[in-house]
């Protein structure tokens, strides 16, 4: 299997917080003022470090009184508002305390039924981050990641709980609470997001402290935890080897007999928008014989050194094009054969996901030197999967026109930088700039990312048209 490409994860570190959620009210996030207005140095960390933890800015009495009395009012408003929402998309406090025990009883979520066009959300959510120490690369992931379109409806309507596993609740229950201080926190605003950093440690805890860490390992992470406290599935059947010969059935079938035992240990809502299926196939060159296999994928790690000469820029369509296309490989093991012979190896993308989450892969790692290459990516603004996925005989692969909806760029070198976010509004569908807690508008069309192309685009998130 061609390693580094597809992130798939079967061993999770286990979680081990107890805690439930207890209520469905206003979250405890921090709502800090602008950055005009608040010291760092003022700044007081809660002791508790897994819950919503606060930070506090000395202002005078007068002002505390008057910024209770306006979170007061929001409050109610926010409960006026979820009260007159009652549409087939939101769901009963009592029927978020149901959970489902086995996949044939699961619900699985149609994101299309999402869409993100509401009034009462129209230009919400334009809210920054404050970098709590070196946390640029956690930040610009979930800028990215709270402006995907209708994905945080359901943490906001609360319907994420059907799903919810107790033992591993603390990601989840966070990042809902993030999506909903973010949409009742007034706009160019920030907040202090030290609870959903909590959580992503203790689901992974190389995260722990304050070091600098990679974006798109964050991103893995996030998801990981998401899917982990949302898995629909309580108890995971025995794990079996999958066969990789048709034997006379038909690829479809491989693909859903492999997809379903996919689906049988993780099922989650995140993986209803951000998991696809990739097809990898291998042809003896002596024998002729091939071998399928069927495997998951979230992200699609692209890697520049295997497409491009070192000085030369770079375009999303080659980079996938190299992708896909057919390699030879001079040793590798026949089992038909029962010897290593030449074979070629192809992938194929098989099956689409709502949101497609590219990672430009600019660190180059070699045995006696590292670097980043800061090639230019030009990249369109609507890409059409179509000539990717043309191999492919699953139907999802019929939906295949998507919009960017989100950039991590990342500026500096391999051992120094810094991490900042373009993404979309998915209600006024403008673009902002969020460079931790400075927020900022910006025409995306000025910016020639489809002719001139960029050097700092990291990760790339594109989400089907079909969900605005």
């Known amino acids: ?29 921090p709502l800090l003022l602008n950055k005009a207005q608040s010291t760092p140095s003022q700044e007081i960390k809660s002791n508790n470090p897994y819950s919503s933890n606060t930070t506090f800015t000395s202002i005078t009495q007068s002002s505390q009184s008057k910024f209770i009395e306006q979170n007061t009012q929001k409050q109610n408003q926010t409960q006026m508002i979820q009260q007159q929402l009652q549409t087939p998309m939101t769901i009963s406090q009592q029927n978020t305390q149901k959970t489902v025990s086995t996949i044939s009883s699961m619900s699985q979520s149609q994101p ?26 956690m930040n610009s992931v979930l800028q990215c990641l709270l402006n995907i379109p209708a994905f945080n409806e359901h943490f906001l309507n609360s319907d994420y709980l059907n799903d919810l596993n107790s033992k591993n609740c603390s990601v989840p229950n966070e990042y809902s609470k993030l999506v909903s201080t973010i949409r009742n926190t007034p706009n160019f605003q920030s907040i202090a997001p030290y609870g959903i950093k ?68 993780e099922n989650s809502l ?19 014989s091939s071998s399928y296999a069927f495997d998951t994928f979230q992200d699609t790690s692209l890697a520049i050194a295997r497409a491009f000469k070192i ?15 057919e390699e030879a490989i001079d040793d590798y093991y026949c089992s038909k054969c029962k010897k290593h012979q030449k074979v070629k190896r192809k992938f ?121």
């Not at 404050?130 to 640029?136: K, L, V």
């Not at 025995?238 to 379903?260: H, I, P, V």
């Not at 928008?273 to 060159?285: A, D, E, P």
């Not at 931790?436 to 960029?454: A, C, H, M, P």
């Open 348 to 468: 194929t993308i098989w099956r689409l996901p709502h949101i497609l989450m590219f990672h430009i892969k600019r660190f180059d790692f070699r045995r006696f030197s590292s670097d980043k290459l800061n090639h230019r990516v030009i990249f369109p603004l609507e890409l059409d999967m179509r000539e990717f996925v043309k191999d492919s005989l699953d139907q999802s692969v019929k939906n295949c026109q998507y919009l960017l909806c989100g950039i991590v760029n990342h500026s500096g070198t391999l051992y120094g930088g810094h991490y900042t976010a373009d993404s979309k509004n998915p209600y006024n569908q403008k673009w902002y700039r969020y460079n931790d807690s400075d927020v900022r508008e910006f025409d995306i069309k000025q910016q020639r990312y489809d002719t001139d192309g960029s050097s700092s685009p990291y990760i790339l998130f594109y989400a089907r048209k079909s969900l605005y």
């Open 112 to 137: 299309e039924q999402y869409q993100t066009k509401s009034i009462q959300n129209v230009s919400k959510g334009i809210c920054g981050l404050r970098n709590i120490g070196n946390t640029c690369f």
């Open 270 to 288: 995140v993986l209803d928008y951000f998991q696809g299926q990739l097809l990898h196939t291998i042809k003896c060159s002596i024998c002729g």
């Open 198 to 265: 909590s959580a992503v440690e203790i689901v992974m805890p190389c995260f722990r402290g304050y070091a600098q860490q990679d974006a798109q390992e964050f991103l893995v992470a996030l998801l990981d935890g998401l899917s982990l406290g949302l898995n629909r599935v309580k108890n995971k059947p025995a794990y079996k080897e999958m066969n990789d010969n048709l034997n006379g059935r038909s690829l479809q079938d491989l693909s859903k007999e492999w997809w379903d035992y996919s689906k049988s240990r």
């Open 311 to 325: 000085l030369e820029d770079m375009n999303l369509e080659r980079l996938l094009d190299k992708y896909v296309i």
């Open 1 to 29: 299997m061609r390693s580094n490409m597809f992130n798939n994860y079967n061993q999770r570190p286990p979680s081990t917080t107890k805690e439930k959620i207890t209520s469905q009210g206003l979250p405890n996030y």
